[in-house]
């Protein structure tokens, strides 16, 4: 055959045909480069793991890139962006699938406190390595610390951690509260600190289950609260003090200081809140006001933001509340189970609220639409 009458019949050729030919030919010549199977992704919280009327969806967080991330008991972490979820187990390198809480620090890096300790999540890092990659973080714990005996808690839980003014990082764990300076290199057990809180200092004691919650004021002041303790406890940078939260449950002629509390917000008058199985309790540094039963909350409160509008919310074992200063309004039409574990509003003013079984939720301001479902 001649090479002219060879370019007539390839002109003649049907395209798909041709393109058969070429992809054929560079199959011949060496191997074809596979795509790695992709984890996939849903447009909802999947639940797949555990009883569904167990767990929580216990904290939430919207990083820089306005993705939101939950952390659940159970069922591991979950990346939202805007279209689906998608789930990270210790099958993708986690240490514990029970998230207790999530942090983005200055420098962009997630935080993420389990049952088991610390993760790190790197963006810039993980973007290289396909968006899984998940370091672990041994906080170093002092040998002379007391163990802890109490059979239900794991060693290394980390609670929760917020990074104050300063920059650097504050962990509340099983093992203490430790304090990391945010300069060094976590990965190589470096720039943490334990911090020694004595029984001189009001029978507080940084170990254990003692500190459950940890939160800076807008004067620089650490609040520390949990169960077992009288109150909450608060740090100036030098010392450290106790204020007392009434337990007015409590039967007797007299209440009691009640045993439990967690710092959870400041509001914009500067009022502190917080809260307990008792209700809740504004601080406006000198009076601590009471909200319980009589004022419209239930006694069990786990959670109060507030919002951009400076309306607070209050995660309560019955529902959602708003109030505006001077009344609670109550809202549970939609949830499965009303018990709410988190609420975070994103960056466009939508109120997410994370509930027991697993349950994820946006409120539209009257109702609840959700946004997990469970599948075995």
Not at 42 to 60: A, E, F, Q, W, Y
Not at 264 to 288: C, E, L, M, P
Request: proline content about 5%; glycine content about 12%; some cysteine.
């Amino acid at each position: 055959m001649s090479l002219g009458t060879m370019k007539k019949q390839f002109s003649q050729m049907p395209v798909f045909t041709l393109l058969t030919i070429l992809l054929l030919g560079i199959a011949c010549n060496g191997p074809v480069r596979k795509e790695l199977p992709k984890e996939k992704d849903h447009p909802k919280l999947v639940k797949n793991i555990g009883d569904p009327r167990s767990g929580n969806v216990n904290c939430g967080l919207q990083d820089k890139e306005g993705n939101l991330w939950f952390g659940t008991t159970e069922n591991g972490l979950y990346k939202y962006d805007g279209k689906s979820f998608r789930q990270f187990t210790v099958n993708n390198g986690l240490n514990n699938n029970e998230v207790s809480c999530l942090l983005q620090d200055r420098d962009g890096r997630i935080w993420i406190g389990t049952k088991a300790g610390l993760c790190l999540y790197d963006p810039s890092t993980s973007l290289r390595t396909g968006g899984t990659t998940f370091t672990e973080i041994k906080i170093p714990v002092p040998k002379n610390l007391p163990p802890n005996k109490n059979p239900y808690f794991q060693n290394h839980w980390v609670y929760t951690m917020m990074q104050a003014n300063s920059g650097k990082l504050w962990f509340a764990t099983i093992d203490g509260v430790y304090v990391f300076d945010g300069k060094s290199l976590p990965t190589e057990q470096v720039g943490f600190t334990h911090f020694p809180i004595n029984e001189a200092a009001n029978g507080f004691l940084s170990s254990n289950d003692k500190v459950e919650r940890i939160f800076e004021d807008k004067e620089g002041t650490i609040w520390f609260g949990g169960r077992t303790n009288e109150g909450v406890f608060r740090y100036d940078g030098q010392s450290i003090s106790n204020l007392k939260l009434m337990d007015l449950f409590q039967d007797g002629p007299k209440p009691k200081a009640h045993n439990w509390g967690w710092p959870q917000w400041q509001d914009k008058n500067g009022n502190i809140w917080f809260s307990n199985w008792g209700g809740a309790y504004r601080y406006d540094g000198k009076t601590v006001t009471s909200f319980t039963t009589k004022e419209g909350l239930p006694s069990e409160v786990t959670r109060i933001i507030e919002d951009k509008k400076g309306l607070l919310w209050f995660g309560c074992s019955d529902g959602l509340r708003r109030y505006d200063g001077t009344t609670f309004t109550h809202y549970k039409e939609g949830l499965i189970n009303p018990w709410i574990w988190e609420i975070l509003e994103d960056k466009n003013g939508n109120l997410w609220v994370g509930t027991r079984g697993t349950g994820l939720y946006l409120f539209d301001g009257k109702t609840f639409i959700p946004y997990s479902e469970y599948k075995q």
